[in-house]
Structure formats: structure tokens, C-alpha cells
């Protein structure tokens, strides 16, 4: 069994009593990573040598009697859209795959100062674009309770790999679910922090307005504890919101008595399996005997969140996507006759279909003509996404209900339907269109899958969508299960 099965302060435990050492556990992690990724595909780089060495000085402190830092010693793994110095940043692209930055983002520097070990790179869909990790240049990953099924996307390896066993946590980034869609999937929590609390300064930009880096981690304290060490300002980040960072560990009384829980009509209605509603409907009694209110309310506007969603979030892409040229850095292609088929010729070999898919799309609804009948259009509708989520919050604390509409779906199932594929974040758009926080948290399995519960709360209240999550993970036991690997 690995020992990244045990909680945060058993292995803290451990290494102040001297009964493990840093190296041993990154040494033991390697080792589930060699026996086990070949069948997962979480990984695309690793940082084995690297890992050691910083495995050896954090040693050092610890003999030393050094201050230690809020995740000492942790072997934590990175989505591979976070840039990290020295280390192969690809994106799950062919463009990038020889792209070796020379600074760290600054989610991966704060994670540096909290005495974390970096592993490696995981594998994602390419430029974060995708929902089954099954748009990666390089290989799919594979669910580690079923290998024949997707682990969600686009932060698929993140989930895979803390569900493996692979990693103690993991950083993923969520544009419209990409790190509570694949939490869901693979039975782990996944945390999507307001738009602005994390800093997205080294996060290879997507959709600029959307786009935000969350934890990965086995349980709700873990979540707390990462969210802690990487919230805060910074200058370096133009969306930084500077709000006071409060004790995120503070939240998790066990306590939910007399909070308001709302469960949208939207999200439980046409389109959710009837097996994930019931999950879902357990879990809210399961809050409920705990002494929440629970009532029903309307988010009306849902049902245009996926279509202004995916024109803004591609009207975005294709500007950021720009500066892929084959010129400043990434993959050139060879044997172009002049700049213009340099540039074609290095997009056109270096960039997936459903990178095109989504860069064409934007462009269009971007360019003259088109830009008020489909962007603007997609801007209002936005607003009243936002509004919605305004309304319900001035009575009610939480909105609760499914992460995904059905569990993991088998790997090329819908590859060939990108409708289809969209639709499987109808339940997480509306959040990343409103800039709100949620967490996803196991509460159940159906036919052996895990089914995800989602707790939405008010901006930048963490604290409340951490107690509420806690609260119901100390009341039930499906966090503790992993897949038989």
C-alpha cells in the first residue's frame, strides 16, 4: 500500500518522529508511479532526479530542526498548463514539446515555499480544451476505477494521479469544470477557488476571464491546506483580487446547523442519470439529519450557460492562442517558404483538432459582422448567470447538486460527438461563468463509478464551502475507498 494513502498529519507525524523520511516517501511514490502509470497515463513528465534532491534537503531541514513549512515534505504533481522552471511545460501539445521554462508560476514558487516536492507533469486535454483528457497530443489517461473508461477532463491526469495513488495532490486548472468534472469521475475532491483568490501568473492561458488553479487532493482538510498555501494577492497577475486570505482549516467543525442549502430545479432535472440524482438525493438528507435547511430554488437562466460559454471561452482562446507562431518559442516547422507559411504550416502541425475546432470558432464569433449577434450576446447572457447565482445567495448560504450528469463514460465514446462531449459540463459551466467558488466531493458510487457532489457558495467565501464539504465527507466514508489497482 502506498503511503500516500495515509492523511496529511499521520505522514507529518511520521517525519517529525523520524520513522519516515522525505526521500522514503518520494522513493515510495516513484515506485507506485513505475508499477502503475504505464496502465493510467497521468504523467508526462517526471521529475524523478529533482524530486530526490529536494527530497534530501527537506531531510536536512528536518535534522536541523528548520521551520517547516504548512506541506513539508508532500510529493505534489502539476497540471502540465502551469509552467514550472526547468521543467518540460507541453500542455499536452505537440507545439510545446520542447518548451522548458525558466521561471515557475506562482502557485508552483508558493508550493516551493511550503516544502513540497514537485514529481513531475501531468498529462491534460491539450491546451486545457476537452472534457475526457482524450485530446492529448500524447496519450489518453485512463480512469483508475475502470481502464476502459475516461478520468474527465481537461485535468485528467491531476485526478488520476491522486486517485492512483500516484501523487498526494495534485494542481489542476478549471475553466468551465476541468477540475471538479474529472474529481467526480475518479472518486477525489476538487476544489475551483473564486476567479482571482489563486493567482493564474504562469497558467498558459486559455480563457483569460475564466481560467482558474485549484487543488486536487483525497480528502476536504487536504484541499483546505493546499488552498491555504497557494491563495493570496499578486502583483504579477492583473486578475489578483486582494481580499484577506482567512484560516481555511477553521472551517471544518463538522458543524452545518441552521445553514441554508439551496438545490436548483436546473441541476436535477432533465438529463441527470436517475442513479446520480439519488446519490445526490442521499447526500442532501445526509446534510439534512445534520441539521441544514435544505429547499429547492430556480437558477433560470442555465440553460444558456454552455452556449455562451463556449463562444466566450473560444472567442478568448483564439487571442491567447495567438502567440503560438512557430517563431518565439515552441515547435517550428521546417521547409516554409516564406512567414505566412511559416506560421500556417507550424499551427497546422502543431495545434489538435479540437484546438482548431475551438480557435475557429472563436475567430468567427469574434470577426465583423458576427461579433455582436454571437460575443456580445454571450456577455449578456453571462450576466444573467451571475445574477441568478446573486439572487439565490441572498437567502441561502450553499448551492448544492450533482458535479456531472452521469459517471465516467468509456474512453471514444463520444470523441467523435463534441456536442455531446460539451454537454458533460452543463452542471459546472454556470459556476465558472459566475467567478464563484465550488468543490467537488465523492458521494457515492454507481456500478462501481464514483458519482461527484458540488458545493457552489458566494465569491470568496471558501470558508462556508469547506464547511459544508467537511462536514459531510466526517459523516460518510466514500473518500476513503480507492479503485483496486
Avoid at 154 to 181: K, N, W
Avoid at 202 to 215: N, R, T, Y
Avoid at 318 to 341: I, M, T
Wanted: charged content about 20%; hydrophobic content about 40%; some cysteine.
Amino acid at each position: 500500500m502506498s503511503l500516500l494513502n495515509e492523511n496529511l498529519k499521520t505522514i507529518h507525524s511520521k517525519l517529525h518522529d523520524k520513522e519516515l523520511s522525505v526521500l522514503e516517501l518520494v522513493e515510495d511514490t516513484f515506485r507506485v508511479i513505475a508499477e502503475r502509470d504505464a496502465r493510467i497515463g497521468a504523467y508526462l513528465t517526471l521529475n524523478e532526479e529533482g524530486a530526490k534532491n529536494t527530497a534530501r534537503r527537506l531531510d536536512d531541514k528536518l535534522s536541523s530542526g528548520e521551520q517547516r513549512g504548512l506541506l513539508f515534505g508532500l510529493p505534489a504533481a502539476i497540471k502540465d498548463n502551469i509552467v514550472t522552471e526547468g521543467i518540460r511545460t507541453t500542455c499536452a501539445s505537440q507545439f510545446l514539446s520542447n518548451f522548458n521554462p525558466v521561471y515557475d508560476a506562482t502557485v508552483v514558487r508558493k508550493l516551493r515555499e511550503a516544502d513540497t516536492v514537485t514529481l513531475g507533469k501531468l498529462n491534460m486535454d491539450e491546451f486545457a480544451m476537452g472534457g475526457s483528457n482524450e485530446n492529448s497530443s500524447f496519450h489518453p489517461v485512463h480512469n483508475p476505477w475502470d481502464l476502459e473508461r475516461v478520468p474527465g477532463g481537461s485535468s485528467g491526469g491531476s485526478a488520476a494521479s491522486v486517485a492512483a495513488g500516484e501523487a498526494y495532490f495534485a494542481l489542476g486548472s478549471d475553466t468551465g469544470g476541468s477540475i471538479r468534472q474529472p474529481a467526480s469521475y475518479c472518486g477525489v475532491v476538487g476544489l475551483k477557488p473564486t476567479y482571482g483568490l489563486v493567482s493564474r501568473f504562469g497558467l498558459v492561458a486559455f480563457a483569460s476571464s475564466l481560467d482558474q488553479i485549484g487543488p486536487v487532493t483525497k480528502n476536504v482538510e487536504d484541499a483546505a491546506y493546499v488552498l491555504q498555501a497557494i491563495a493570496g494577492y499578486d502583483s504579477m497577475d492583473s486578475t489578483s483580487a486582494n481580499v484577506e486570505i482567512p484560516d481555511y482549516l477553521s472551517a471544518l467543525t463538522g458543524d452545518v446547523k441552521g445553514l441554508r442549502v439551496a438545490v436548483p430545479k436546473e441541476y436535477m432535472g432533465e438529463g441527470v442519470d436517475a442513479a446520480v440524482k439519488e446519490k445526490v438525493q442521499a447526500a442532501l438528507q445526509v446534510l439534512e439529519s445534520m441539521g441544514a435547511i435544505v429547499e429547492e430554488v430556480s437558477l433560470p437562466h442555465t440553460e444558456y450557460a454552455v452556449a455562451a460559454y463556449y463562444l466566450l471561452a473560444s472567442s478568448e482562446a483564439s487571442s491567447n492562442l495567438a502567440r503560438f507562431d512557430g517563431v518565439r518559442y515552441g515547435v517550428r516547422a521546417g521547409q516554409s517558404g516564406n512567414l505566412l507559411d511559416l506560421y500556417h504550416e507550424s499551427r497546422s502541425q502543431g495545434f489538435g483538432s479540437e484546438v482548431k475546432r475551438r480557435i475557429m470558432l472563436g475567430t468567427y464569433a469574434l470577426s465583423s459582422g458576427y461579433y455582436d449577434a454571437f460575443y456580445l450576446k454571450a456577455q449578456k447572457a453571462r450576466t444573467l448567470i451571475k445574477r441568478d447565482f446573486d439572487q439565490v445567495f441572498e437567502q441561502y448560504d450553499v448551492i448544492i447538486g450533482p458535479t456531472a450528469p452521469t459517471t465516467a463514460f468509456k474512453l471514444g465514446a463520444q470523441v467523435d460527438d463534441p456536442l455531446t462531449m460539451y454537454l458533460n459540463d452543463i452542471l459546472t459551466i454556470p459556476v465558472s461563468l459566475a467567478g464563484v467558488p465550488a468543490i467537488s466531493v465523492p458521494c457515492g458510487f454507481v456500478e462501481g463509478l464514483p458519482v461527484g457532489l458540488q458545493i457552489i457558495g458566494k465569491a470568496f467565501d471558501e470558508h462556508t464551502v469547506l464547511r459544508v464539504a467537511g462536514a459531510f465527507e466526517q459523516n460518510t466514508e466514500y473518500h476513503t475507498q480507492r479503485p483496486n489497482l
